[in-house]
């Protein structure tokens, strides 16, 4: 079947489309109906079906033949350690993990929060929730513990799952010590936390709470996967949305095992057997579906890459890990790119790599600007993918195949809708489409396909209300863009506060909350600014209380700190000005597109409902000091 057919059948007859993706899994129980959508916004797949997400990850595999295979290969280069396992390995160390967790009491529809650096046991952590029932919800390492405890008391674990440190580069990280400040902080207590201890930091285990991973694998016994309901959630991903409070995207079982399973032949052009490396982390969406899930679906084989696309060691890492376990696509943010050409802008480190087995190169997280996509498909001379998606959407929603078809990349759009996106361009003022290459807010006409969110965690409102009250019909992506003559769907960035940072998605909402706590700030606000390695970076523009005279300097530097400390490093809050006011409506509306465009050096517009004009000189001038604004 070739794209076109395959996207039609897919919007006409979702039921046929779907239901023949879904013999490729292995079901307990046939489903009864394929898509119920009688209750709308709230789509189901595969009602009434049965299945186990780890038995069609692992088991399926070892018992049709492929036990012997690689089915993740852990490669460190900030350890030194490169460690394969095969589809049996991981079954047995998955299957005794899901025995302790069941030892302690874990039951189907339990949550647990798994809070670890990128090590295989934070996939196996994932792969025995989903093998006893039990609600995973990974939280990325590099969140600080007050991030953690928002987590913590949204997802109300009764075990959480860690590790001793994480290693950035050459630091190491102590995890227990974050760990414990976020349990301090928050108003649930996990009973147990189960803590593998790396040789590179001990964390010291406080009874009767904090339990050693390594001897509760070693006492317990492997259990058998629990049938669960293809409707039953598979996990919670919290997410930034435009405040501080982030949002427990909920996953199905059986919808994501069809739609994954479907995207590795069809999008990424793998087979079983084949070597498939997403290069992130499994804190974010692309780590689960693509370093954990979809591969393993697959019976592929999964690299879980523990180092950076530069100084681990030298900008040629990712060409070593290509060659060394002949990858055939790889998928990471193309900011990554943007530091290996920082770093060998002529690319002298890929001579002598064979990257003969390498197919594609996959790229999502935000957009890929023309530059970065020029220089990666020179470089590698092979195809080049930008594809379009999001937490919630679990997949992408648009890109190009290597499976399906392969259509003429336009560099700087995220090309075609995939099957089952039903991808409009609204007007943001009347919620009419608009016609081809007009912008607008991209949305997409429910239902939306198998895979993505069902809900959000115990909070249908919410999910209502952000996604699918504003267009009635539609779900709201939050981004802008717009769709040109031949159905390539340009993405131009988000339309909320919502920023990425190294293809990292940050709330500046959620800045702005912690910089307003500064017992000196009576106002301020946070902006993505355009920084040339990592996309956007947040800049903070905040305003005294009167009769505050001090430093300016000093000041910044607690607010950068407070934001390392409450928000996390990741956040890459670095500089900030303080300034006289903010420029804002006449009805108190910050105007932030207009102090963006100031801090990104464009031509603006002064918008004719500004009260003070004056002020707009002023930011202009304070930005110049931090290096940003007209060149
Ligand atoms: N635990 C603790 N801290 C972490 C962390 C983790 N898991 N991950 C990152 N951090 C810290 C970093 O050490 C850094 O701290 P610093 O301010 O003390 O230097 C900070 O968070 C920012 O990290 P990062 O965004 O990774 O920036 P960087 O400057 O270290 O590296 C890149 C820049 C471009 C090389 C890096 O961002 C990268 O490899 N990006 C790939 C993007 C990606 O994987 N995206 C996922 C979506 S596909
Ligand atoms: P996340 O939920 O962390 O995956 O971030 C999703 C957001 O990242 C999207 O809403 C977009 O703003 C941005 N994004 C991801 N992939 C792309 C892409 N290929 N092109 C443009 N923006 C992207």
């Not at 928002?150 to 974050?178: F, H, N, Q, T, W």
């Not at 936390?193 to 406080?206: G, H, K, S, T």
């Not at 991903?237 to 032949?265: C, E, I």
Request: glycine share 10%; hydrophobic share 40%.
């Amino acid at each position: 079947m070739k794209y076109r057919e395959a996207f039609r059948e897919s919007l006409e007859s979702p039921e046929t489309f779907w239901s023949r993706a879904a013999e490729e899994i292995t079901w307990c129980k046939k489903w009864d109906r394929v898509l119920d959508v009688s209750n709308l916004p709230f789509a189901r797949w595969f009602v009434g079906g049965e299945l186990n997400t780890c038995y069609n990850a692992l088991d399926r595999h070892v018992e049709g033949g492929r036990g012997d295979q690689p089915a993740l290969i852990y490669d460190s280069p900030v350890t030194d350690t490169i460690q394969t396992f095969t589809y049996s390995e991981l079954r047995h160390r998955v299957s005794r993990i899901a025995g302790f967790l069941t030892g302690l009491g874990v039951t189907k529809g339990d949550r647990v929060v798994i809070y670890m650096p990128m090590i295989p046991e934070a996939a196996m952590a994932m792969l025995a929730c989903a093998r006893i029932g039990a609600i995973h919800s990974v939280v990325f390492g590099g969140f600080a513990p007050r991030e953690l405890a928002i987590r913590i008391d949204d997802a109300r674990p009764s075990v959480v799952l860690s590790a001793s440190c994480g290693i950035e580069v050459k630091k190491r990280i102590p995890y227990k010590p974050l760990l414990d400040e976020g349990i301090s902080i928050a108003k649930h207590s996990p009973e147990k936390c189960v803590i593998w201890q790396r040789p590179q930091v001990e964390a010291e285990l406080v009874a009767p709470r904090d339990l050693d991973w390594v001897e509760l694998e070693q006492e317990a016994e492997p259990v058998d996967c629990v049938t669960v309901k293809a409707t039953d959630p598979l996990y919670i991903l919290y997410t930034s949305g435009t405040t501080g409070v982030p949002k427990g995207v909920v996953r199905d079982n059986g919808g994501h095992a069809v739609a994954l399973n479907w995207t590795m032949k069809h999008v990424y052009g793998i087979d079983p057997g084949d070597v498939y490396w997403a290069a992130s982390d499994v804190g974010w969406v692309v780590g689960h579906s693509y370093i954990v899930y979809g591969p393993l679906f697959k019976g592929a084989t999964t690299v879980m890459y523990e180092g950076k696309p530069v100084g681990t060691p030298d900008p040629g890492a990712f060409w070593r890990v290509i060659s060394q376990h002949r990858v055939k696509a790889l998928f990471t943010a193309p900011t990554a790119f943007r530091a290996i050409k920082r770093d060998d802008p002529r690319g002298e480190y890929l001579k002598g790599y064979d990257l003969s087995a390498f197919d594609t190169l996959f790229l999502a997280g935000e957009r890929t600007d023309p530059d970065t996509y020029h220089w990666a498909t020179d470089l590698l001379q092979k195809p080049v993918i930008d594809h379009w998606w999001q937490t919630e959407t679990g997949w992408a929603i648009t890109g190009n195949f290597r499976g399906l078809e392969f259509f003429p990349p336009k560099p700087g759009s995220a090309s075609l809708p995939m099957p089952g996106y039903d991808v409009t361009v609204l007007d943001l003022a009347t919620g009419e489409p608009v016609g081809p290459n007009t912008e607008g807010i991209i949305a997409v006409e429910l239902p939306l396909p198998p895979g993505n969110l069902t809900t959000l965690w115990e909070n249908d409102e919410g999910f209502k209300e952000s996604y699918m009250d504003p267009y009635p019909g539609y779900y709201l992506t939050g981004d802008g863009g717009f769709i040109d003559e031949d159905g390539y769907v340009w993405v131009m960035g988000r339309t909320d506060d919502v920023i990425n940072v190294a293809g990292h998605r940050l709330s500046t909402g959620g800045m702005e909350e912690v910089l307003a706590k500064h017992p000196d700030v009576a106002e301020c606000a946070v902006l993505g600014v355009h920084d040339d390695l990592k996309g956007q970076v947040p800049v903070g523009f905040v305003v005294f209380k009167s009769g505050v005279v001090r430093d300016e300097g000093e000041m910044v530097a607690e607010l950068v700190q407070m934001v390392r400390e409450q928000v996390g490093p990741i956040a890459s809050f670095k500089k900030a000005v303080v300034v006289e006011g903010l420029p804002k409506t006449r009805s108190g509306k910050i105007l932030r597109g207009t102090m963006r465009s100031i801090a990104d050096g464009e031509s603006y517009r002064v918008p004719s409902t500004i009260d003070d004009p004056a002020i707009l000189g002023e930011i202009e001038a304070a930005v110049e000091t931090i290096g940003y604004g007209k060149k």
